[in-house]
């Protein structure tokens, strides 16, 4: 606190420097008023906060950090009948980068002309502005955005377009603290009306905010302090304060450079309305209302969800594998089977039986060639030993070296190890045996470094596949059978974590909560998991009621049900409709009550 302190009283002081530098006869902005009731009722201190929508008009370089796409609607009524009206959209990305659109207009209408003596009708006069923003983060603790800006500017039938452009930064000091500063109209949209030329002045806006939740209370608050520097004007502070309750409330207060402004806000599920009022000196109070939405899901449910895709696409992607390793290994034993070359064919099935599910027709196939070879080798032995010698392993040697120059290395050598049983002395074979170790020991060392590189990257499909092809290789082979059971753990995690969210999504928070638990052993700093057990424990902490559960049709139905159940003496399917019910409102004191009572009546 002392150095947030210190900061401000280095600001105020130079603020209060500047203003005594400067002369104060330029203009500013007409869209100097602001944008949204949220930040107004804060003084318009918004600078080095900029967490919502409005970021667009504030400071670009805090669209990143917004967690899901949001719109928001502002209206004013300003003396006169003179309208103020501001829109924007933003859509966050990956959360580290965020994009942005608004409109805004200042304008009055139906303004009367007329002559010293005669009405001539009526006319309008406004000015519009369009804003596209894009914000990007260049370290954990810095980011930056840009402004383009079009203007418009139009009186009765006369009208004129220029363009400019805003840039400006958002700074984290430590970890509640953030500096943000804003280089507004930088270059400042140039406008002509018949001879009249006009440019938008440049501001210079620096800003901090302090925002923080209160201990373990359910209040946050958030302190905000702007230093506005326009173009040949004297400097201006804005200062706010805002404190909000979980459930929704919010209060708001701020000094707008010579007016006090307060707020409220109202929070509900991913609605917030704002209101704002600020004094205005000599002239009408001004109320400001405005609407936020948010829609989607945060960039933080989207990565969970896409890793969840990726390891249900994994699961796919593993079964598939397995399917087509075994696949291409029985078409190759079928063909050696059909050829006569037995050990081949036999070698074969073997890798085809660690790809099967059902063994059935391998171990028959395993059994007919087993027997079938030893029937050739009692034949053999009846033969002149010469023939055994010549002819007998010159064929596997042939054989085996068709299935290395074919890549198949793992066949090659099983049937050069045959060779060697029937020819220990053969010196093509020897070679051959060389090769083909050479080449399985280059097998192995680039699939472990495409499996390590991948588990890096969290592509935990391709390592997985990686680690295996080795293992087909080398089934002692302490690494890959390491990173395989690393590569598959991670897999579940993700299948878990994603069946977290979709029962957290369908307000299932006992169940979520075990997904989510099963994730944290598998990996205790998964970060997505630890914050979605905190917002189920946020909603299910407190005990609820029978009048909470007819709030909701469809699980005051579930209950009514459970029931009937029960009095017609079912008691087991009162127990599985009410534990449905604990689900979502684990704490509900007449449930447990019933389900207590059910259990007592099913021992009786």
Sequence with gaps: MRRLAGIIALLWLLSSWVAAE???????????LGAGARAMGMGNGFVGLA??????????????????????????????GTIYDFMAYVYPYKGTQGFGI??????????????????????????????????RRISSRLSAGASLKLAHQGIDELSAYGYGCDLAARFAIFKHLHAGVQLQDLVGARLKLLSAKERTPFTLKTGLAYQRQLGNSPISGALTFDLDKPENRSAKIRTGFEIVHKAGLALRTGYDRDNFAFGMGIHYQNISFDYAYKFINKLTDSHRFSLTVDFGRTHEEEAARQKALESESGQQYVSQSRRQSLLKELEKADRYYAKGQLDSALAAYYRADAFAEDKTYINGQI???QKAIQERQKSETSKPVV?????????????????????????????????????????????????IQSAIRAAIRVNLAKAENAMSRADYITAYDGYNTVLQY?????????????????????????????????????????????????DPSNRVASEYLGRIDERVKESTTLEDLQKDDHIWQIYLNGLEAFRQGNYQMAIDLWEQVLEVYPHNKNTLENIAQARLRLKK
């Design 22 to 32: 400067s002369g104060d006869g330029g203009t500013e902005s007409v869209f100097n």
């Design 51 to 80: 967490d919502d929508a409005t970021a667009v008009y504030y400071n670009p370089a805090g669209l990143p950090f917004l967690q899901s796409q949001q719109v928001t609607f502002l209206h004013t009524l300003l003396f006169e």
């Design 102 to 135: 608004a409109a805004m207009r200042l304008g009055t209408d139906d303004i009367g002309r007329r002559d010293l003596v005669t009405d001539l009708g009526q006319f309008d006069a406004s000015q519009m502005q369009v804003i596209l923003s894009y914000g």
């Design 387 to 435: 023939d055994t010698a010549s002819r007998q392993p010159m064929d596997i040697i042939q054989q085996a070296t068709e299935l290395y120059l074919e890549g198949a290395l793992i066949a090659a050598r099983d049937l050069a190890s045959v060779a060697h049983n029937y020819y220990p002395n053969s010196p093509s074979l020897d070679t051959l045996d060389g090769n």
């Design 367 to 369: 059994a007919e060639l």
């Design 474 to 522: 080398e089934p002692d082979n302490a690494a890959a059978r390491d990173g395989s059971k690393r590569a598959e753990k991670s897999l579940n995690m993700v299948q878990h974590l994603s069946l977290g969210l979709d029962y957290f999504n369908q307000e299932k928070y006992m169940s979520a909560q075990r997904e989510f638990k099963t994730v944290l052993q598998l």
